[in-house]
């Protein structure tokens, strides 16, 4: 049966192979469910995978602890940092809930800043001017996989004695003066692998650092408080039953379910970036006549994961962001809007008594934005047919 309207095009897809499947399969079959010895060695292979794409001088080992998701590894990396109440962290507001609700999670105070309009990243000299004796941490998020401004802010933050968490749960794989994210002089950095990031495990995440300090309170936190790593009870030798308590930990430990999908999709994350990459690079080429501010690229030499690909309306564009996403919507082309800023919803307007005034690069952007289909599977003729429908909602 033929039909006239092509099947929707979804706005993201993850791309399982038949290597994790069987990976999936292996697991289920070995009997170890639970985090075990596929968790240990996706931390293994992450670390690996760090290191091949690590550029500075700092020789300590880069510690990689998996968690069940982005939001667990932001918590733990801070609650290792010691933030809690009466501290403040800097963030941006134009960023998903979970990069500031962590911060709440420990009693700190979260003061939202906006972003440099040109790379849609948070502003250096705001971040500068929010700083109060109260500023214990900064949480930079490379939005859509481009890197912020990361040799200015560790400067600020090294002048002011500020701890550096990355949000990178975009960043798979980005670089910054060649080295990958995650390998950088920041405190600690977490990476995503929620279904819609570069890399799946359906839910999941990693907080890599190269502080020993961090790492072992991390790995105590993330399983009960526990005193003692839980794969210890796969591996040891002796009796194992005996552990003590030492903190009010959270659960926070990846599945080997979930690690066994992370071990194959990590194998392929530079191939996903490079298929990434050129389907941006066609929606460049398709979209420069049109009234679009396209993403901001990289510094000539840099990695950016593209996870996002977000088009701005041009200022006299005929046609509003909304209707826009109503007109693709209706061709059957999916799309989403990254983000809402934080400073427009209830919870954080209210609880910091937020304007938009105080944000006029997030908001104009905001208002603009759409993040059009960008995944591994598209093919050059998705791309075509979403710049055909955008050309079509723009009368061209
Ligand atoms: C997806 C995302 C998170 C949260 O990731 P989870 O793995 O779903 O917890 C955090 N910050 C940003 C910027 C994200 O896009």
Same mark, same amino acid.
């Given at each position: 049966?033929?039909?006239?309207h092509?099947p929707f095009?979804?706005?993201?897809?993850?791309?399982?192979?038949?290597?994790? &499947?069987?990976?999936?399969?292996?697991?289920l079959?070995s009997?170890?469910?639970?985090? =075990?010895?596929?968790?240990?060695?996706?931390?293994?292979?992450?670390?690996t /995978?760090?290191?091949?794409?690590? *550029? $500075?001088?700092?020789?300590?080992?880069?510690?990689?602890i998996?968690?069940?998701?982005?939001?667990?590894?932001?918590?733990?990396?801070?609650?290792?940092m %010691?933030i %809690?109440?009466?501290?403040?962290?800097?963030?941006?507001?134009?960023?998903f809930t979970?990069?500031?609700?962590?911060?709440?999670?420990?009693?700190?105070d979260?003061?939202?800043?906006? &972003?440099d309009?040109?790379?849609?990243?948070?502003d250096?000299a705001? !971040?500068e001017?929010?700083?109060t004796?109260?500023t214990?941490?900064l949480?930079?998020?490379?939005?859509?996989?481009?890197?912020?401004?990361?040799?200015?802010?560790?400067?600020?933050a #090294?002048?002011?004695?500020?701890?550096?968490l990355?949000?990178a749960?975009?960043?798979?794989?980005?670089?910054v003066?060649?080295g990958?994210?995650?390998?950088? @002089?920041?405190?600690?950095?977490?990476?995503?692998?929620?279904?819609?990031k570069?890399?799946?495990?359906?839910?999941?995440?990693?907080?890599?650092?190269?502080?020993?300090?961090?790492?072992?309170r991390?790995? !105590?936190?993330?399983?009960?408080?526990?005193? *003692?790593?839980?794969?210890?009870? /796969?591996t040891?030798?002796?009796? $194992?039953?005996?552990?003590?308590?030492?903190?009010?930990?959270?659960?926070?430990n990846?599945?080997?379910?979930?690690?066994?999908? =992370?071990?194959?999709?990590?194998q392929r994350?530079?191939g /996903?970036?490079q298929?990434?990459?050129?389907? @941006?690079? #066609?929606?460049?080429?398709?979209?420069?006549?049109?009234?679009?501010?396209?993403p901001?690229?990289?510094?000539?030499?840099?990695l950016h994961?593209?996870?996002l690909?977000?088009?701005r309306l041009?200022?006299?564009?005929?046609i509003?962001r909304?209707?826009?996403?109503?007109a693709?919507?209706?061709?059957? &082309?999916?799309?989403?809007?990254?983000?809402?800023?934080?400073?427009?919803?209830p919870?954080?307007?209210?609880?910091?008594?937020?304007?938009?005034a105080? /944000?006029?690069?997030s #908001?104009?952007?905001?208002?603009?934005m759409l993040?059009?289909?960008?995944?591994? *599977?598209? =093919?050059?003729a998705?791309?075509?047919?979403?710049v055909?429908?955008?050309?079509?909602?723009?009368?061209?």
């Amino acid at each position: 049966m033929t039909s006239d309207h092509p099947p929707f095009l979804p706005f993201a897809l993850p791309e399982i192979g038949d290597e994790e &499947i069987a990976e999936v399969i292996d697991t289920l079959k070995s009997g170890w469910v639970t985090t =075990g010895p596929k968790a240990r060695r996706f931390e293994q292979d992450f670390a690996t /995978f760090l290191a091949q794409g690590h *550029r $500075s001088d700092d020789t300590r080992e880069i510690h990689c602890i998996a968690v069940n998701s982005a939001t667990a590894g932001l918590h733990l990396a801070l609650e290792a940092m %010691g933030i %809690g109440p009466g501290d403040e962290v800097i963030t941006t507001t134009h960023t998903f809930t979970a990069t500031a609700e962590v911060v709440r999670y420990l009693g700190a105070d979260v003061k939202l800043v906006d &972003i440099d309009p040109a790379t849609l990243n948070i502003d250096v000299a705001a !971040v500068e001017a929010a700083i109060t004796p109260r500023t214990k941490a900064l949480i930079p998020v490379h939005y859509a996989g481009l890197a912020a401004d990361m040799p200015a802010l560790l400067a600020l933050a #090294q002048r002011h004695g500020l701890k550096v968490l990355e949000d990178a749960a975009h960043a798979l794989p980005t670089t910054v003066g060649g080295g990958l994210v995650g390998t950088l @002089a920041s405190d600690a950095t977490v990476f995503s692998f929620y279904a819609n990031k570069t890399i799946t495990t359906g839910e999941g995440g990693m907080l890599v650092t190269r502080d020993a300090a961090i790492a072992a309170r991390a790995k !105590v936190m993330r399983l009960h408080g526990i005193n *003692r790593d839980a794969f210890d009870r /796969f591996t040891a030798k002796v009796p $194992s039953w005996y552990y003590e308590i030492v903190a009010p930990g959270f659960k926070y430990n990846l599945t080997d379910i979930a690690a066994a999908l =992370g071990l194959h999709q990590l194998q392929r994350a530079h191939g /996903f970036q490079q298929r990434r990459a050129a389907l @941006a690079a #066609q929606y460049d080429a398709l979209l420069a006549d049109l009234p679009i501010v396209r993403p901001p690229r990289p510094a000539e030499g840099e990695l950016h994961s593209w996870h996002l690909y977000v088009a701005r309306l041009a200022d006299d564009a005929p046609i509003g962001r909304d209707a826009l996403i109503e007109a693709l919507y209706a061709d059957g &082309i999916g799309c989403s809007v990254h983000y809402i800023p934080l400073h427009l919803h209830p919870y954080w307007r209210e609880r910091y008594d937020l304007k938009a005034a105080d /944000f006029p690069h997030s #908001q104009h952007a905001y208002e603009r934005m759409l993040s059009l289909p960008l995944y591994t *599977r598209m =093919g050059e003729a998705d791309v075509e047919r979403v710049v055909r429908s955008l050309r079509r909602a723009f009368g061209r």
